[in-house]
C-alpha cells in the first residue's frame, strides 16, 4: 500500500504537483460518486413528464442515443484522466491539452453549470421531501427544504473524503436496489402497455415525428453526464490512471442501463398513454407510483428517491469544490491563498466546499423571487456541462493534431482520432438540439433564453478574462500535452 501510495505521490509530483489530499477512495467507491452523479433515478424522474408530453413513449430511444454518444466522450476523457490525474477535472485536463485561456474559460463554463445544478437538483428534491412529509409543496417550503439539503450536503462534504466515499456507495446501493425493484415490479405486475409501445408515436407531429424525437431527446441528454465527477477526484483515488477511466466507463454502463430500464417501466406502466402525452395527467410518474403502490408503498418509493437526489447533490458539490480548489491551486481566480486550503483534519477543500454550497444556494433563493429567470438559467446548466465537455473533446482533437499521443495506461490507440472526431460531431449536434427554440409562438427571448443566458456568461468570462488576465497568475505548467512523454506514467508502470 505504501508503494502504491508512493507511486502516485511521484506520478503526480511529476505532473507538477504535490499530494494534499488523502488517497481513501476505491475504485468502487469512486465509481459510486460518478453513479450518484449521474443518478438514473433523478435523471428520468425529473425529466419523464416532459419527454412523454414531447415526444412520446419512443423518447425511450434517446437513452440509448445519449448513451453511445457519450460514451464516445468518456472514451477521450478517459485518455486525458489516465495521463493527467489531476483533481478538478476538466479545468486542469483543458490547461495541460490547450493551454491557460481555455482551461480558464472550460472551468468558467463548467463551474457555473455545476452551481446551477446543484441548484437545480435541491429544488427537484423539494416536492418529494413535501410530498414524504405530508405537505403541500408551495414556492416557498420547496426553497426551504432545498437550502436545508444544500446544508445537509455541504456538512457531509466536509467530513471527509472516507465520508463522502461511504455515502456515496450507500446512494449507490439504494438508488441501484431502488431502480431494479420498483422498474421489476412495474413491468411484472402492473404492466398496462405492451412493450411495442415504444415504437409507437400516438399521432405527436403528425405525419413528421423527427421533430418531436428531437425535442424529447432532450431526456436522454439531462441523464447522461456525471461520469466526468470520477476525475473530479483524482487526486483521492489510488491508481487513478488505471481506476478512474474503469470507473467512468462503468458509470455509463450502469447508470444508463438503469436509466432506460426505470424508464420502459414508467412507460408500460402507464394505464393512459393519451393522458400522459396530452397532459390530461399532471404527473405520470406519481399517478404510476400511487397506483401501483399505494400511499404507504408510494412513501417508501419516495424516500429511496430521496436518497438518490441527496446522493446527487453530494457528488455535484463534491465535484464544485475540486473545481473551485483547482482553480485557487493555479492563482487563477481572486483569494486563491483562501479557497486552496486543504483542512488539516479531513483533507478536503474546506473553503471552496462552503463557497459552492452558498453560490448554490443564492441560486436557490433567487429562484423564488425571480422565477421565471432562474427557470431558465437552471434549465440551461445542462447546455453549459456540455458545452464544457466538448472544450475538452475539442481541446483534446486538436492536441493530437499537434503531436499528442496519449501516454497514460488508458489509450485508445488508433481508434484515438475517429472518435475523437466522432464524439465532438456528436456532442455539437446534441447542443444544438438543446438549444433549438421548442415553442415557436412563443416570444424570441423565451425560444432563445438558453442561448442568450450561456452567451452572456461566456461574454462575461470573456470580459473579466480581458481585464482582470487571471490566467497569468500561476505558473503551474500548462498546454504541454503533447510534448510531454508523461514521465508521470512510466513512474506508474514501474511502481506497478
Known sequence: MDTEKDADAAQLAALGYTARFDRKMSLWENFALGFTYLSPVVGV??????????GGPPMFWSYFIAAVGQFLVCLIFCEVVSQFPISGGLYPWARRLVGKRWAWMAGWIYGWALFTTIAAVAVGAGPFVATLIGFQPTPLLTTAIALVLVVISTLINLAGTRILARVAMFGFICEIIGAIVVGSYLLLFQRHQPFGVVFQSFGIGGGNYWPAFLAAAVTGLFTCYGFEACGDVAEETPNPGVAIPRAMRMTIYVGMAAAAFVCLALIVAQPDIPGAISGRIADPVEAVLLAAFGPVGFRLVIAVVLVSFMSCILSLQAATSR??????????IVASDFFSIISPHTHVPVRALVVSGIVAGVIVCLGLVFANAIATIVASAIIGIYAAFQMIVLGALGARLRGWNPAGRFRLGAFGLPVNVIALAYGIAAILDMAW????????YINYSMSVTWLAIVGAGILYMAIARPYDRGAAPA?????ANAAAAPKRAAAD
Do not use: E, H, I
Open 323 to 332: 473545481l473551485v480548489f483547482a482553480y485557487a491551486r493555479d492563482r487563477m
Open 437 to 444: 427554440p421548442r415553442t415557436p409562438d412563443q416570444p424570441w
Open 479 to 483: 498546454g504541454d500535452a503533447w510534448n
Open 45 to 54: 424522474y425529473s425529466v419523464f413528464t416532459v419527454g412523454m408530453t414531447t
